[in-house]
């Protein structure tokens, strides 16, 4: 069943003013691809940095590299990311932080339950063993009010769902070359993949705090960020679902 | 009873008809695109027909059980700006999606674009093949 050559593997490193940790962020998936024996390949997504990220994947050697003209924010720098693997042919995608957080060498275990043709999505999940950097109190009640709304919409249960460390098999790159969430897009992307009926697993990794940069998220916009995203999931929850009873997906 | 009214039909024919002017000279200066524009005439021409015809106004509120004439016209004007804000929303948003499709366009042709450059300069070893 396991087609015969190594499957190719994107890794989609989206980054906005990560100068500080880029750099070291590209070696460590260098280093993983040694270690692994996978074939991972990079794709960073500069999305218009204002710093020196540019400089910075220009003059390291042998990086690949996309630079967006204009700041589209991260569920826009992912799909270009996305859109990339889908078109080039790879058999799957991760999206790896630019800050660091994403450790690469937990790259193996993120993509086991791909390679086994378990799941179509993995997401790699902080709370499944209470390991390593454990995100801020607020930050805890927001991920465990998505974690119910994702339940109660589609049944499944991701404890993570703001995790940004994902991987995506082809099936899920189709779907998401059509249509990715534009803003915060990891809670809503998350009914996206359930009402696709996409098999969705978690694997418990541990994250880092972020080695440089600053969050996207401040307190000041907590509260846009948890209506927005409520909207974007009750609303792509209407879309889909509409739609499926009008097609209805074989299999 | 008929000089004063006679005043503000004047003044608002005038209005309606500089209105009009100033959308007729943005579209042909090409800052302003015919789609957008047709609410616009059509708004002004009902507001002179309304200039005109005065008895028109409190014949149709009469006829819709308004009591009082003016508030139909605060209706009206209300509602037709609500439509058209959510008819603008609509066309921002469809130009986001298509700036972003764009935007992801451009950064491929970018990455081609660099690559073929960088071969081009090394041509005595062809690097990696440049995906069509």
């Given amino acids: 069943m396991s087609p015969t050559p190594a499957p190719r593997i994107l890794i989609v490193i989206p980054c906005y003013n990560e100068e500080a940790s880029i750099v070291s962020v590209v070696n460590d998936v260098a280093q993983a691809r040694h270690q692994s024996g996978l074939v991972l390949d990079t794709l960073v997504v500069n999305d218009c940095s204002t710093d020196g990220t540019l400089v910075q994947l220009q003059t390291l050697p042998g990086c690949n590299y996309l630079n967006l003209p204009v700041n589209l924010g991260i569920g826009g720098a992912m799909q270009a990311g996305y859109r990339y693997a889908y078109r080039h042919g790879y058999d799957m995608a991760v999206q790896m932080d630019g800050d660091g957080q994403h450790p690469a060498d937990e790259l193996p275990k993120l993509l086991a339950p791909l390679l086994a043709d378990k799941a179509d999505v993995v997401i790699g999940s902080r709370f499944l063993e209470r390991t390593g950097f454990q995100s801020t109190a607020v930050r805890r009640i927001g991920i465990n009010y998505f974690r119910r709304l994702n339940r109660w919409l589609i049944g499944q249960t991701v404890h993570d769902s703001t995790s940004g460390f994902r991987a995506f098999n082809r099936r899920t790159l189709a779907i998401v070359d059509r249509y990715y969430p534009d803003e915060y897009p990891e809670p809503e992307a998350i009914v996206q993949f359930g009402l696709h009926q996409l098999r969705i697993q978690e694997v418990p990794v541990q994250m880092r705090e972020r080695q440089g940069g600053v969050s996207s998220i401040n307190t000041g916009r907590a509260f846009y960020y948890m209506l927005k995203v409520t909207l974007g999931i009750l609303f792509v929850y209407i879309r889909l679902r509409g739609r499926r009873t009008l097609t209805p997906l074989a299999g | ?132």
């Avoid at chain 2, 006679?6 to 695109?33: C, D, Y």
């Avoid at chain 2, 028109?56 to 004007?77: C, D, K, R």
């Fill in chain 2, 1 to 132: 009873m008929e000089t004063i009214p006679i005043t503000i039909q004047i003044v608002s024919i005038t209005g309606a008809l500089l209105f009009m002017l100033t959308i007729f000279r943005l579209i042909v200066r090409g800052k302003l695109r015919e789609e957008y524009s047709i609410i616009w005439i059509v708004c002004t021409v009902l507001l002179i027909v309304f200039s005109i015809w005065r008895r028109g106004l409190e014949q149709i509120a009469t006829l819709l059980g308004v009591f009082y004439p003016p508030s139909l016209i605060f209706l009206a004007a209300l509602s037709a700006m609500l439509v058209f804000l959510v008819h603008l929303s609509v066309v921002i948003s469809k130009l986001q999606n298509q700036i972003k499709d764009i935007t992801h366009e451009m950064a491929y042709l970018r990455q081609d674009l660099e690559r073929l450059k960088a071969q081009q300069e090394t041509r005595a070893t062809p690097s990696e093949p440049v995906v069509p």
